[in-house]
């Protein structure tokens, strides 16, 4: 059974850089593809990148130029380094996995970003 814990999620100043991070156990993370997805209050939760179990990457437009996804395979992790961070991009954080691209079925529990401005 895959599980999966982020990290890394805090207060953090506009313009300021955050780097979240999600660990799996019980699998090897590098056979999915692995996705972050937010949700603010009161919206709809959206994704925001995505990597591939062959490495290609997907990211939101609003979020292209200022996020990176990658994945550590000797950590069994995959993070999402954040830049130029904005108030809008302030949400809850989930990483979430599947065999598909598109077909989630792992969710993590969700990490907390707040970005002041």
């Known amino acids: 059974q895959l599980q999966l814990v982020e990290s890394g999620g805090r207060l953090v100043q506009a313009g300021g850089s955050l780097r979240l991070s999600c660990a799996a156990s019980g699998v090897t993370l590098r056979l999915y593809t692995v996705a972050w997805f937010r949700q603010a209050p009161g919206k709809e939760r959206e994704f925001v990148a995505r990597?591939?179990?062959?490495?290609?990457?997907d990211y939101k437009d609003s979020v292209k130029g200022r996020f990176t996804i990658s994945m550590d395979n000797t950590k069994n992790t995959v993070y999402l380094q954040m830049n130029s961070l904005k108030p809008e991009d302030g949400a809850v954080y989930y990483c979430a996995a599947g065999i598909l691209i598109g077909s989630y079925h792992y969710w993590g529990q969700g990490t907390q970003v707040t970005v002041s401005s």
């Open positions: 990597i591939s179990s062959s490495s290609m990457t």
